[in-house]
């Protein structure tokens, strides 16, 4: 049984500095690409960033520069390191597995999903 577990979330002011995991079980882990997702109350799940099993990475077009995906296959685990953190990166952070062909961060693709990490960055 797949189980994706995220820590780190935590309230920074604007500018701070977070580093999200995803700590990943119930497979071979670089098996399938992972994915980091967010959602702010009202608004649709949106793809963060990603990384596939060669160590391609995708990200959405308002985190780059910001946001780094990484993954550590000795230990399992997914990173995302987020930096000059904005209001409007306050959500819920979810990081998803599977296999992928195509758009590493449309979530159409991922049958698997953590409970999320909340991440609140006020002004």
């Known amino acids: 049984q797949v189980q994706l577990v995220e820590s780190g979330g935590d309230s920074v002011q604007a500018g701070g500095a977070l580093r999200l995991s995803c700590a990943a079980s119930g497979y071979t882990y670089n098996r399938y690409s992972m994915a980091w997702f967010r959602q702010a109350p009202g608004k649709e799940r949106e793809g963060v960033a990603a990384?596939?099993?060669?160590?391609?990475?995708e990200y959405a077009d308002s985190v780059k520069g910001r946001f780094t995906v990484s993954k550590d296959n000795a230990k399992n685990t997914l990173y995302l390191q987020m930096s000059s953190l904005k209001p409007e990166d306050t959500a819920m952070y979810y990081c998803a597995a599977d296999w992928i062909a195509g758009n590493l961060i449309s979530p159409r693709g991922y049958r698997y999903w953590g409970q999320g990490t909340q991440v609140t960055v006020s002004s």
């Open positions: 990384i596939n099993t060669y160590g391609y990475t």
